[in-house]
């Protein structure tokens, strides 16, 4: 069995592909990924400095969910309507309490009932306002990862004087939806991802195209299409080179 080891904090979020640098986060259900290919950036060592300054400017503007934020989110077990608050009940089917509980950290837990033949129709009330209580004393952030807590994200980068100049094929189409160029998805009729696509059109006019469907590769399916859009740009840079050394010229991009 494979063991699970952390990334160190200069490696969060980043993966290194065969001719790029991805950074893949997510933040509050989102996936926010980016490609940095090294022939764009003049290599590996560069195209990584980008993409840890693009990483960490994702984790300034999307910092990670507030405790409190993801205490109220509703379990999907949970039959109250307010999270945090349960209703227990006697053997016979009736009920004969309302708890308030909420995990502020690993190893302390607040919770606190309220019986109903003590207080009635009062107890799921009073149990939502000790929830409210229990709530506030809840502070800080989710943080998986000790490189996305907020208090530890390094300043922004300093921007280059003369960053490398961006082929054509790396600028993003208006019609684009996906962020990254030459990457696309096409949805299932209830608009969830079907299959992701990566496609790159050659200077002779031949298309690259590879797809990827969900329902084989998962979550990974996006991150393979970025990773084959990578390939195809070293394919058509090859055949540009190509070209120049007959002596020939690209007028397609």
């Not at 409210?132 to 300093?158: C, E, N, Y």
């Not at 590769?217 to 299409?225: V, Y």
Request: aromatic share 6%; with cysteine.
């Amino acid at each position: 069995m494979r063991k699970w080891t952390r990334k160190s904090s200069l490696m969060y979020g980043i993966d290194r592909l065969d001719a790029s640098w991805l950074v893949s986060l997510i933040r509050d259900r989102e996936r926010l990924v980016k490609s940095f290919a090294f022939s764009i950036y003049g290599g590996p060592e560069a195209a990584l400095r980008a993409a840890q300054a693009w990483r960490d400017e994702v984790l300034r503007t999307h910092p990670p969910l507030l405790k409190q934020e993801k205490a109220q989110r509703a379990r999907n077990d949970n039959k109250s309507g307010v999270p945090g608050v349960v209703c227990l009940y006697k053997p016979d089917g009736t009920v004969e309490r309302w708890l308030a509980k909420t995990q502020l950290e690993p190893g302390k837990i607040l919770q606190k009932s309220f019986a109903v033949g003590r207080y009635g129709r009062q107890a799921k009330a009073l149990a939502i306002v000790e929830r409210q209580r229990q709530l506030a004393q809840m502070t800080g952030h989710v943080i998986l990862h000790p490189a996305a807590d907020p208090s530890r994200v390094p300043p922004p980068a300093k921007v280059r004087a003369n960053p490398p100049a961006i082929h054509r094929v790396e600028v993003l189409r208006r019609d684009n939806t996906t962020g990254i160029a030459g990457v696309s998805c096409k949805l299932s009729p209830d608009g969830h991802p079907r299959v992701w696509v990566a496609k790159t059109v050659l200077p002779s006019g031949q298309t690259l195209r590879k797809d990827f469907s969900v329902a084989r590769h998962g979550d990974r399916a996006q991150a393979l299409a970025i990773a084959e859009r990578q390939k195809q740009l070293l394919q058509r840079a090859e055949f540009t080179a190509a070209g120049k050394s007959r002596g020939g010229r690209s007028s397609r991009s």
